[in-house]
C-alpha cells in the first residue's frame, strides 16, 4: 500500500530534550515535506527536500532541522524543543515537486512542556 | 508569509444543500489545489487546477479559478454528513522554488 508513516504519532517532552519525528514513504517520491498545524494557522511548510541532500527551507524552520540521506525518509529534528514548539506535525512526499499532488502522513501530535 | 486565506472559516449547512468555499492567495501560482482533512487527520488531496484553466470538475466538487483576482471556490454539491471536514487551499509559487503555501481551512459541517 502507497503510504507516508511518521512515528511517533503522540510525543510529550520537556523544554531541550533533543527530539527526532520520523517520516518515511515508499512510493519513490522525489519530493518530501514538512508542514505544522496550528489553530487558526493553517498548514505551514517548516522545511522541503526536492531530493537526496537537497533541502530549503519553508515559511518557518526556525528552531528544526531535515535532512535527507536516503530518497524514501526524511527526519525532522529538533535539537532543543521549547513550548512554542507545541503542534500537529504532518509529513508530506509528492513526484517532484509542489505543483503535484502532496500525500500526507497520519501527523504527530508533539507536546513540548 | 504568502499563506493564503478560505472564506469562510466556518459553515454549516443541511445534507442535500450545496457548499461553496473561497480561496484567496497572494502571488502567481504555477497550480492551485484543494485538500481535505478529517479532524486532527492527514490531508488528503481532492482537485489539482492549472493556472491556465478556468475550471474544473470531479464528482460533486467544482473547483473555478480567477488568477486576475487571486481567487479560486471550491464548491461541493449535494453535500452528505460524510463530507463534514476541513477544507484547504495550497499555492505552489511561481518563481521556481518549490514552497506549498496552504490557506487558513473552512470547517465544514454537514448536518443529517
Known amino acids: 500500500e502507497a503510504q507516508v508513516t511518521q512515528n511517533p504519532r503522540y510525543l510529550i517532552t520537556v523544554t531541550g530534550k533533543k527530539l527526532t519525528v520520523t517520516c518515511s514513504q515508499n512510493m519513490n517520491h522525489e519530493y518530501m515535506s514538512w508542514y505544522r498545524q496550528d489553530p487558526g494557522l493553517g498548514l505551514r511548510q517548516i522545511y522541503y527536500s526536492m531530493n537526496v541532500e537537497v533541502t530549503d527551507k519553508g515559511d518557518v524552520p526556525e528552531g528544526y532541522k531535515v535532512s535527507r540521506k536516503e530518497k524514501r525518509n526524511f527526519p525532522l529534528i529538533l535539537e532543543s524543543p521549547s513550548p512554542n514548539q507545541t503542534s500537529l506535525y504532518f509529513c508530506?512526499?509528492?513526484?517532484?515537486?509542489?505543483?503535484?499532488?502532496?500525500?500526507f502522513g497520519p501527523g504527530t501530535r508533539l507536546t513540548v512542556t | 508569509s504568502q499563506q493564503g486565506e478560505e472564506d469562510p472559516q466556518a459553515l454549516s449547512i443541511q445534507e442535500g444543500e450545496n457548499a461553496t468555499m473561497n480561496c484567496s492567495y497572494k502571488?502567481?501560482?504555477?497550480?492551485l489545489q484543494w485538500y481535505r482533512q478529517n479532524s486532527g487527520r492527514g490531508l488528503v488531496h481532492l482537485i489539482l487546477i492549472r493556472s491556465n484553466e478556468r475550471e474544473k470538475h470531479s464528482g460533486r466538487l467544482r473547483v473555478t479559478l480567477d488568477t486576475s483576482k487571486k481567487s479560486s471556490s471550491l464548491l461541493i454539491t449535494a453535500s452528505r454528513a460524510a463530507d463534514t471536514a476541513s477544507y484547504f487551499c495550497a499555492t505552489d509559487g511561481q518563481t521556481g522554488a518549490n514552497n506549498l503555501f496552504f490557506g487558513t481551512g473552512t470547517r465544514l459541517t454537514v448536518i443529517p
Open positions: 508530506a512526499s509528492s513526484l517532484t515537486g509542489a505543483e503535484y499532488e502532496q500525500y
Open positions: 502571488t502567481s501560482i504555477n497550480n
